[in-house]
């Protein structure tokens, strides 16, 4: 087992959703995580602080990536307009492994508890960060707010369809999280 071998992060993230989706998230443990992946123990844990933590690999840069493009969406963006900008630069990060672990990441957490709850902590952390966003752009709090979270909703309606659909099919994430919005959009004019 070479000691420094590169993507050892990525292959954990890879070994623990495939272990949580064939046996369980209770009785997948670090040891097996780690051995699927080829690393040792040690190496799980200075990438990650718990199995737990493999659900929000990424989360940082998500966030981040999201705040950054409402940031630079045009001075003259609607809050909406300024989350789909958001939505695009973070959508531009995701690759192949990131539609081929949808599916499984997503029956991984339906069977367990606890991920379900830590999946809603990434969700409200994306929301915050995207909410702290708009804020600095001047939008209103409740406005920032209730655009955040459409953000939210779409992203993970994007990428669901994104990664439950054609692989083959040349659509990116983009497209997928985008129309999601758009659906958001005119479903809020219903709620009058």
Not at 5 to 11: F, I, L, N, S
Not at 42 to 67: I, Y
């Amino acid at each position: 087992m070479a000691r420094w071998q590169p993507g050892a992060r990525e292959r954990l993230v890879v070994a623990a959703v495939d272990l949580f989706s064939e046996q369980g998230y209770d009785t997948t443990t670090v040891a097996q995580i780690a051995q699927l992946a080829g690393v040792t123990r040690s190496t799980f844990f200075r990438h990650f602080s718990d199995k737990r933590e493999v659900l929000v690999a990424g989360q940082g840069a998500l966030s981040r990536l999201l705040a950054e493009g409402i940031a630079e969406a045009p001075a003259s963006a609607s809050p909406l307009d300024a989350v789909a900008v958001g939505l695009e630069r973070a959508s531009s990060e995701m690759g192949a492994m990131n539609r081929e672990l949808g599916p499984r990441l997503k029956a991984a957490v339906a069977a367990s508890t606890e991920l379900q709850e830590r999946d809603a902590l990434k969700s409200v952390g994306l929301a915050a960060a995207m909410t702290a966003a708009l804020l600095a752009r001047g939008v209103p709090d409740p406005t920032a707010q209730l655009a955040a979270e459409m953000g939210v909703l779409a992203f993970k309606h994007g990428y669901a369809r994104w990664s439950e659909g054609d692989p083959d099919e040349n659509v990116g994430l983009a497209h997928h999280a985008l129309g999601a919005l758009d659906e958001l959009r005119a479903a809020t004019l219903s709620l009058d």
